[in-house]
């Protein structure tokens, strides 16, 4: 099965590889792509916006991801707006947003839109939580985040920033805090179909 990710971002791209690098019916294909954006407040009307974009690919599927970044402390913003605050504001400005804040909790939800071969649309979400926003960023990035959020996230219990952890502690910190991933219900599901 051909399945196209349709993404400007290579490290998105190379976190889905890792994902479906296992699975030898699966030939992920990269397919960059720079998106109109629509900054609706709905995650779903957005990858729809994006996805419609994306060329029909007779007998392959098509997928493409979108996350959004939460910060307890400003009631969830700025969710859809990440991009746009990140460009506008930068990693420090967000740090400074929560000045004289206690909670610094924060949290990602990645979001999937998939199209079969016959245009049939399926959304997978995953949430990524057990994540605080650090007082100052981090000053030596090893530059295997996806973005530069990736600089001021600290894992809450240990106060480690998130892209510090190796692989394994990635693991047992995504299984103490519930979390999951859209990439990988995406290739569950890709499974059970091929069974």
Not at 1 to 10: A, D, E, G, R
Not at 12 to 32: C, G, M, P, Q, R
Not at 49 to 60: C, I, R, T, Y
Request: with cysteine; charged share 20%; net charge negative.
């Amino acid at each position: 099965m051909n399945l196209c990710f349709y993404t400007s971002n290579s490290k998105k791209y190379t976190y889905a590889e890792s994902i479906f690098s296992s699975h030898a019916d699966i030939n992920l294909v990269h397919k960059s792509f720079d998106f109109k954006e629509l900054q609706a407040d709905d995650p779903q009307e957005n990858l729809l916006f994006k996805l419609n974009q994306v060329p029909h690919a007779p007998s392959s599927y098509v997928f493409i991801e979108d996350s959004t970044f939460h910060i307890d402390a400003l009631n969830g913003f700025p969710s859809l707006y990440t991009k746009y605050i990140l460009s506008s504001l930068g990693v420090q400005g967000i740090i400074n947003l929560l000045a004289g804040k206690d909670n610094r909790e924060c949290y990602f939800i990645n979001h999937l839109a998939l199209r079969t071969e016959n245009n049939k649309v399926i959304f997978f979400s995953g949430t990524t939580r057990g994540l605080s926003i650090s007082l100052s960023p981090l000053e030596h990035s090893n530059e295997t985040g996806w973005s530069d959020l990736w600089q001021i996230l600290k894992v809450t219990d240990s106060g480690q920033f998130y892209s510090q952890l190796t692989e394994g502690h990635k693991y047992l910190f995504n299984q103490q805090n519930n979390n999951t991933d859209a990439f990988q219900l995406l290739r569950e599901h890709l499974t059970e179909r091929e069974l």
